[in-house]
């Protein structure tokens, strides 16, 4: 099925191990986004990559990384997580006119 | 800084009745976009407004824009139950970024 596909969906780290969050789109959307989303929140853009080849901080980007390896697929890495990282985490494309949010990764640091 | 405000953040309601939740916007901007979200999952697209003035309407739902008072709504008519869930309004930035930002959301109870 067309649409953004995240992985995984399920996640448990220990505070200090290091992860990368996958996201890839098959739409040929040229801007992809992360989001995290807290307990009662709104989303919070953390990152986001306008086009294939950049990147951009978005509100919170400290604690993260990003790599768009190429236009379908855009990662979000975590070097060192900690407590304050613990969230839902979307992943989001769009070429210009709606937007398609992927189903969520669901991170716990412990 | 592009901030969005959605009031109510909770609102309890009967079915049957109407109630309209409010969205502002701090900045110019002609991208409004509304969402629904259902606990544990992924946000699902309610109604894209491109235009001052643009109306929306979808079973008993509608949306409106009113982008010179920088201002959404959302209005919900006769509730239902299957309309329990949590919405939020987005807007888009005017950079090359195309990025939304989010309200608060607003958690809908229909009670029956």
């Known amino acids: 099925n067309a649409g953004v596909t995240q992985t995984p969906k399920f996640q448990v780290l220990k505070t200090g191990q290091s992860m990368t969050l996958q996201c890839a789109q098959d739409?040929?959307?040229?801007?992809m986004y992360w989001y995290r989303q807290d307990p009662g929140m709104g989303l919070r853009l953390i990152y986001y990559?306008?086009?294939?080849?950049?990147?951009d901080k978005g509100e919170v980007p400290n604690g993260y990384n990003v790599s768009r390896l190429n236009k379908r697929e855009f990662s979000l890495r975590l070097e060192s997580a900690a407590p304050s990282q613990t969230s839902v985490y979307f992943c989001?494309?769009?070429?210009?006119?709606?937007?398609?949010f992927g189903s969520g990764t669901r991170l716990t640091v412990v | 800084e592009l901030k969005v405000e959605q009031n109510p953040l909770f609102l309890s309601m009967q079915e049957g009745k109407n109630y309209t939740i409010y969205c502002n916007y701090s900045?110019?901007?002609?991208?409004l976009y509304w969402y629904r979200q259902d606990p544990g999952k992924s946000l699902e697209s309610l109604f894209v407004?491109?235009?001052?003035?643009a109306v929306k309407q979808e079973g008993r739902l509608m949306a409106s824009l009113d982008t010179k008072a920088r201002l959404s709504t959302l209005h919900i008519t006769a509730a239902v139950h299957d309309l329990s869930a949590t919405y939020f309004c987005?807007?888009?930035?005017?950079?090359?970024?195309?990025?939304?930002?989010f309200g608060g959301g607003t958690r809908l109870m229909v009670k029956p």
């Open positions: 989001a494309s769009t070429g210009g006119g709606g937007y398609t």
């Open positions: 739409m040929n959307h040229n801007s």
């Open positions: 990559s306008a086009s294939e080849g950049t990147t």
């Open positions: 900045t110019t901007s002609d991208r």
């Open positions: 407004l491109l235009s001052n003035g």
């Open positions: 987005a807007v888009g930035s005017n950079n090359a970024g195309n990025m939304l930002t």
